[in-house]
């Protein structure tokens, strides 16, 4: 993959994905090879994640998730922890207003834990009120997020509410997921030829399509979105059944 081949009227005959979901890697290899900070990497992944929220209005998916931040990242040093924090934070003042414009509504994913600053959550809370009746399509940011956290919160909630051991089934689980009206990904995309899941959405991509794309985050445009839609348009999706 990594041409721009793939437009948007080659997508309109086939399915086009209800929920797509991303993992964002390679910035800090992509700022490596031009000698700058892994900070740079990030920033220019500023310009990536917005072509690619176009390119999901393009093609009309109402539902995107990207991610952010891991419930893992807080190991990585301290300054680039603080760099991505104040990043998400400036992210939305600088664009939370031509999102609001075009229709997008922007939710969080993730812990609201001690260790995000309360500035970071006020500018989350913001973007949320700000948005929360656009319907064009939500982009979810998982921030402060895991996989197998959302899980043991879903859990959590439904012993704090004592839910008999006979009704906790995948129903209920799901119920108490962070947001439990998000339909499941249909399409995962991975950048940076990593091929691994890396505890991003666990319960929800038990039969999503993976698709993983050498191009390095900073290097993500919507034609690479559109290629992995037209991927996505070539498989057959059984759900563990035949056809
Ligand atoms: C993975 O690349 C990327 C991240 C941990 C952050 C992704 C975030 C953005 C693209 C911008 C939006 C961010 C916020 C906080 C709003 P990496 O650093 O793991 O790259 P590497 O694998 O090459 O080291």
Known sequence: MGGHTVAVSDLTGGPIPTHVACVMDGNGRWA??????????????????????????????????????????????????RYLMGFNE????????????????????????????????????????LTAGNRRTTLTMAFNYGGRAEIVDAVRSLVADGVAPDKVNEKS????????????????????????????????????????????????RRGHLFEAVRDFQRRQRRYGGVT
Do not use: C
């Open 32 to 81: 490596a090879r031009r000698g700058l900070a892994r900070t740079e990497g990030h920033a220019a992944g500023e310009a990536a994640l917005l072509d690619a929220v176009e390119g999901a209005l393009d093609l009309g998916i109402p539902w995107i998730t990207m991610y952010a931040f891991s419930t893992e990242n807080w190991r990585r040093p301290a300054d680039e922890v």
């Open 90 to 129: 400036s992210l939305l003042v600088r664009r939370r207003d031509e999102l609001h414009q075009k229709g997008v509504r922007i939710r969080f994913a993730g812990r609201r834990d001690w260790r995000v600053p309360k500035r970071v959550l006020r500018r989350m809370d913001e973007s949320m009120e």
């Open 173 to 220: 689980i799901r119920s108490r997921l962070y947001y439990p009206d998000q339909p499941d990904p249909d399409l995962v995309i991975r950048t940076s030829g990593e091929h691994r899941i890396s505890n991003f959405l666990l319960w929800q991509l038990a039969y999503s399509e993976l698709v993983f794309d050498d191009v390095l985050w900073p290097d993500f």
